[in-house]
């Protein structure tokens, strides 16, 4: 009976280390250790055995049923520490990789062409002593056209077509509450909230209800731009819009000005940029004329010093107001202002990336 019992302990001891799993590890743990297992029964069979037979065999079996336990607890615990070293190895994490095969797998987009110009822009002034301003999106009629010398029934109010809000009572049209169709609303704004001299840009969305083509967007942006003090004359004005188009385009770029119309200005200019698409040749971009209107700009009409609480016989300043989608557009060839709004991840990748 001994030997047999020292047998069932030799077979257990070379199942054992055979296992893989503690699911395997426990059904052993039942077939020797069990109720009914293996040496449970040796244990039965004591009692046809002899007082001195049994008292050797019962010692013995109670040693072996300690050890089988104490074995199996290790080979538990040594199977735990196998499968943490087989996830370590698999899902192995070597930070020292981020730039190479972490970034290659990880998309990081593209900074929008608008907006790395809008901050080229925006450094460029800055250097030059001008602040950044910022406006409201949703705009009343007197930032909008009043403030900006054009009165209720003036013609000019036809040349931006503008989106008004609707009464919410009625849905009639309120004319009080629109969406700025350029920013020059800023100008009233910055104006009243400052006292000569003082130079400042504020670029950002505007929208008009136009039709769409290859240089009309429904949305787009533009840079307002705005310098006030004493004996500020047209030569200032054309030296500023020169030496901003200089530093964009890293290069002299040719642009012609002529006299534009604009009540809030006087006198007006259109700068137009020769086209950078077609070299001049005619395209969709610029209608076919060689040319493309960049850079509206003039002097500040008096009424409009006035409505920012400046006295007009002691100060004057210039204004301009920048097509800054169109600016991207030469800057980068891109032959549609579509293109600019599309969402086309394949477009936006091509410009810099973070
Ligand atoms: C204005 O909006 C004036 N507020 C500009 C101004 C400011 C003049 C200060 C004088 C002094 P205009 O409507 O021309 O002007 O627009 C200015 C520029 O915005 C245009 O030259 C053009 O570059 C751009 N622009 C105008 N309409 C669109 C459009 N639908 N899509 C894209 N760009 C446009």
């Known amino acids: 009976m001994l030997e047999q019992l020292e047998q069932l302990f030799l077979n257990f001891k070379q199942a054992l280390p055979t296992l893989g799993s503690s699911a395997d590890v426990l059904n052993l743990k039942a077939e020797y250790l069990g109720k009914k297992g293996s040496i449970a029964q040796v244990l039965k069979s004591l009692k046809d055995a002899s007082p001195d037979q049994r008292k050797v065999l019962g010692g013995r079996?109670?040693?072996?049923?300690?050890?089988?336990?104490?074995?199996?607890?290790?080979?538990?615990?040594?199977?735990?520490?196998?499968?943490?070293?087989?996830?370590?190895?698999?899902?192995?994490?070597?930070?020292?990789?981020?730039?190479?095969?972490?970034?290659?797998?990880?998309?990081?987009?593209?900074?929008?062409?608008?907006?790395?110009?809008?901050?080229?822009?925006?450094?460029?002034?800055?250097?030059?002593?001008?602040?950044?301003?910022?406006?409201?999106?949703?705009?009343?009629?007197?930032?909008?056209?009043?403030?900006?010398?054009?009165?209720?029934?003036?013609?000019?109010?036809?040349?931006?077509?503008?989106?008004?809000?609707?009464?919410?009572?009625?849905?009639?049209?309120?004319?009080?509450?629109?969406?700025?169709?350029?920013?020059?609303?800023?100008?009233?704004?910055?104006?009243?909230?400052?006292?000569?001299?003082?130079?400042?840009?504020?670029?950002?969305?505007?929208?008009?209800?136009?039709?769409?083509?290859?240089?009309?967007?429904?949305?787009?942006?533009?840079?307002?731009g705005m310098m006030v003090g004493k004996d500020i004359s047209v030569s200032h004005l054309i030296y500023f819009m020169k030496s901003i188009l200089k530093e964009i385009f890293k290069r002299e770029v040719t642009i012609r000005l002529r006299p534009g119309f604009f009540p809030f200005v006087e006198p007006g200019f259109e700068l137009d940029i020769h086209c950078l698409i077609c070299d001049g040749k005619g395209c969709s971009v610029c209608k076919q004329v060689g040319w493309v209107e960049l850079l509206p700009c003039g002097m500040v009409h008096p009424n409009v010093l006035t409505a920012g609480g400046i006295d007009p016989n002691q100060y004057n300043g210039y204004a301009f107001g920048l097509g800054l989608d169109r600016l991207v557009m030469m800057r980068y060839g891109i032959d549609d202002i579509r293109h600019l709004h599309s969402g086309d991840l394949r477009f936006v990748s091509q410009f810099k990336h973070y």
Not at 166 to 180: A, E, F, G, K
């Open 61 to 224: 079996a109670n040693a072996v049923k300690d050890e089988i336990q104490t074995l199996i607890v290790t080979r538990l615990s040594d199977l735990e520490q196998e499968e943490i070293n087989r996830k370590l190895a698999s899902q192995r994490i070597d930070i020292t990789l981020r730039d190479s095969v972490m970034a290659a797998s990880t998309n990081s987009g593209g900074v929008h062409p608008v907006t790395l110009i809008w901050h080229e822009i925006e450094d460029l002034f800055l250097s030059m002593g001008f602040e950044i301003l910022d406006g409201p999106h949703v705009e009343d009629e007197h930032h909008n056209f009043e403030a900006l010398n054009i009165p209720a029934d003036h013609p000019a109010r036809d040349m931006q077509d503008t989106f008004w809000f609707h009464n919410p009572h009625d849905q009639s049209v309120d004319h009080r509450h629109l969406l700025r169709t350029h920013t020059s609303t800023v100008q009233v704004r910055g104006m009243s909230e400052r006292t000569p001299p003082f130079r400042f840009i504020a670029p950002g969305k505007v929208f008009r209800a136009e039709r769409t083509d290859a240089s009309h967007e429904m949305v787009f942006h533009q840079v307002e």
